[in-house]
DNA sequence: ATGGTCGTTCTACGA
């Protein structure tokens, strides 16, 4: 089973370099995150002619996320069940796609680090990490993956002198990150390739994609039970290229998963 | 030279 994250930056100015993407590609799964839609905006019909079902969840204008497959599409959820007050952003959507729990998500930016949305970023990690614990286990075949706004370590961007002081890499934002996967997720891609330089978003300011000088913020975090299964990983820098792309590259997994097909 | 873009929407703001 191939699963893939890709923040679109608008999927309304984006469609066309998604819709050839999927024809290429052809994912069993593809969460999309930074739609700017509202749920009637959302282009279903179109992703139904390519042999996707879907599910959104978004409010329009900023954030939105999304999940398509074609390996079936049940138990659909919006935000939180924590305990909380309903989440006002739509950053988060889950879905139950050829027998894996899937959550695509769009963690807060944070902005600066004396913000209230810096807060709310880290509120917000621990809400999922509630959630985890509220509705799954690590033997559970799932995965949360999506765009995290946060750069694990150091080697997840192109010069760490360059941050200090910003958010993505502070270190209350790590451990909040940390907290999640000790939940018991994995990050599948840095365990295969430890080495510096590989990135999924690249500022569209200052030929920073030319000049590699990008963040590795995407990433695919899989329970424990999935990661066994883990085959390969990739980012899509191809699709950061050419005639308006998004500022986020696709980034993929294979799983050796036998897909249970929808009934 | 230390910036440089692009999305929303309509004038700045968010990323």
């Not at 939105?64 to 909380?84: H, P, Y």
């Not at 988060?92 to 807060?119: E, F, K, M």
């Not at 080495?195 to 000049?211: K, T």
């Not at 590795?216 to 066994?228: F, G, M, N, V």
Request: hydrophobic fraction near 35%.
């Amino acid at each position: 089973m191939l699963i893939a994250t890709w923040n679109v930056n608008s999927l309304k100015a984006r469609m066309p370099r998604v819709e050839e993407w999927i024809e290429t590609v052809q994912p069993d799964v593809l969460c999309m995150q930074e739609t700017k839609l509202s749920d009637a905006q959302f282009p279903g019909m179109a992703f139904a002619g390519l042999g996707y079902e879907s599910a959104h969840h978004g409010f329009g204008q900023w954030n939105g996320v999304a999940i398509l497959s074609k390996v079936g599409i049940g138990d659909v959820e919006c935000g939180f069940d924590d305990g909380g007050e309903p989440d006002p952003d739509s950053r988060i959507i889950w879905a139950t796609c050829g027998g894996v729990r899937v959550a695509s998500v769009y963690v807060p930016n944070g902005r600066t680090l004396d913000d209230d949305h810096y807060q709310y970023k880290l509120a917000w990690l621990e809400r999922l990490r509630l959630h985890l614990d509220r509705h799954h286990t690590p033997d559970e075949l799932l995965v949360v993956l999506g765009d995290w706004n946060i750069a694990p370590a150091d080697i997840d961007v192109w010069d760490p002198r360059k941050f200090v002081g910003g958010t993505h890499v502070s270190q209350p934002e790590r451990d909040a990150l940390r907290r999640v996967m000790d939940w018991g997720l994995v990050d599948t891609f840095r365990q295969r390739y430890p080495d510096p330089g590989l990135y999924s978003y690249w500022d569209y300011r200052a030929g920073d994609f030319h000049q590699k000088r990008g963040m590795r913020i995407d990433y695919l975090l899989s329970s424990k039970a999935l990661a066994e299964l883990n085959r390969s990983d990739l980012v899509d820098r191809n699709a950061r290229k050419g005639t308006k792309p998004s500022d986020h590259a696709p980034v993929l997994s294979w799983f050796d998963v036998e897909v249970q097909e929808p009934s």
